[in-house]
């Protein structure tokens, strides 16, 4: 059976690699999905197993992301929606139309947030590019750019809830060129709102898919302390650093991704 010890075994300490992953880069498909399949669990169902076993990843950050947390509340709130909402969009489409017809376009999206991770807009450019469509759009430019803003984080949540992988690297992507914050802080609004993405889609698969709960456990176990090690772990190195290992992980994910497909 799937649910033997041996699973376990396995699942466990996958599910702690994955969590730091999760929660310090966003890509915790590099491990935790592929586990699943090593032990013989079919892909769609993989997937929805382990969208819930990321359920716990997002529970162990949230705990450990206080201080990063603290002072952003508005910020979080404004996001959970577009990502809920996006979410629950994501995973009724996976139920109608599984996730092998998207996996042709999966690794450029990834290809795209590694990159781009790679090359963003630093302060003083971004207060200049502001000033400047201020000058040149006014209120114009700002509504656009609200508007683009909540069609991004939307699109993500809709991305996590329908095929998942790296959908941490593609939101904190957008969060490094639309966030005045720094790395830990948009990183720890990443970690919370695709906890409760990846919990709306566990609840709509558990009514409408089939969940191996029993391999949630020990996979989700892991997830949930990995989660918590990987906010201390973003704390000690410096940004560009992470940043470098994030856009290194989705170049490699995205290739591998697009070996299979094609």
Do not use: C
């Given at each position: 059976?799937?649910?033997?010890?041996?699973?376990?075994l396995?699942l466990?300490?996958?599910?702690?690699?994955?969590?730091?992953?999760s929660?310090?880069?966003?890509?915790?498909?590099?491990?935790s999905y592929?586990?699943?399949?090593?032990?013989g669990?079919?892909?769609?169902?993989a997937?929805?197993?382990?969208?819930?076993a990321l359920?716990?990843?997002?529970?162990?950050s949230?705990?450990?992301?206080?201080?990063?947390?603290?002072?952003?509340k508005?910020e979080?709130?404004?996001?959970l929606?577009?990502t809920?909402?996006?979410?629950?969009?994501?995973?009724?489409?996976?139920l109608?139309?599984?996730?092998?017809s998207?996996?042709h376009i999966?690794p450029?999206?990834?290809l795209f947030?590694?990159?781009?991770l790679?090359?963003?807009?630093?302060?003083?450019?971004k207060?200049i590019?502001n000033?400047?469509l201020?000058?040149?759009?006014?209120?114009?430019?700002?509504?656009?750019?609200?508007?683009?803003?909540?069609?991004?984080v939307?699109?993500?949540?809709?991305?996590?809830?329908?095929?998942?992988?790296a959908a941490?690297?593609?939101?904190?992507?957008i969060?490094?060129i639309t966030?005045k914050s720094?790395?830990?802080?948009?990183n720890?609004?990443?970690?919370v709102?695709l906890?409760?993405?990846n919990l709306?889609?566990?609840i709509?698969?558990?009514?409408?898919?089939?969940?191996?709960?029993?391999?949630?456990i020990?996979l989700?176990?892991g997830?949930?302390?990995?989660?918590?090690?990987?906010?201390?772990?973003?704390?000690?190195?410096?940004?560009?650093?992470?940043?470098?290992?994030?856009?290194?992980?989705?170049?490699?994910?995205a290739?591998?991704?697009?070996?299979?497909?094609?």
């Amino acid at each position: 059976m799937l649910e033997n010890l041996n699973s376990w075994l396995i699942l466990f300490p996958a599910g702690i690699l994955a969590g730091i992953l999760s929660s310090v880069t966003g890509l915790a498909s590099l491990v935790s999905y592929p586990a699943l399949l090593v032990i013989g669990v079919p892909p769609v169902f993989a997937d929805v197993t382990n969208t819930a076993a990321l359920v716990l990843t997002g529970l162990g950050s949230s705990i450990s992301s206080q201080k990063e947390l603290k002072n952003h509340k508005k910020e979080l709130l404004k996001i959970l929606p577009l990502t809920i909402i996006g979410s629950i969009f994501g995973s009724f489409i996976l139920l109608i139309e599984p996730a092998s017809s998207f996996t042709h376009i999966v690794p450029f999206f990834i290809l795209f947030a590694g990159l781009l991770l790679l090359f963003p807009a630093n302060k003083e450019r971004k207060e200049i590019e502001n000033q400047t469509l201020k000058k040149v759009n006014g209120k114009n430019s700002v509504i656009l750019k609200k508007i683009a803003y909540v069609i991004a984080v939307f699109l993500v949540g809709a991305y996590g809830g329908y095929f998942g992988a790296a959908a941490g690297v593609i939101m904190l992507a957008i969060f490094s060129i639309t966030s005045k914050s720094g790395f830990p802080v948009y990183n720890a609004l990443k970690n919370v709102s695709l906890g409760f993405s990846n919990l709306v889609a566990t609840i709509i698969y558990a009514f409408r898919s089939h969940i191996y709960w029993l391999l949630v456990i020990p996979l989700g176990a892991g997830l949930f302390l990995g989660g918590y090690i990987g906010p201390k772990i973003v704390r000690m190195l410096p940004e560009k650093i992470i940043k470098a290992a994030v856009a290194l992980g989705a170049i490699i994910l995205a290739a591998s991704l697009f070996i299979q497909a094609y």
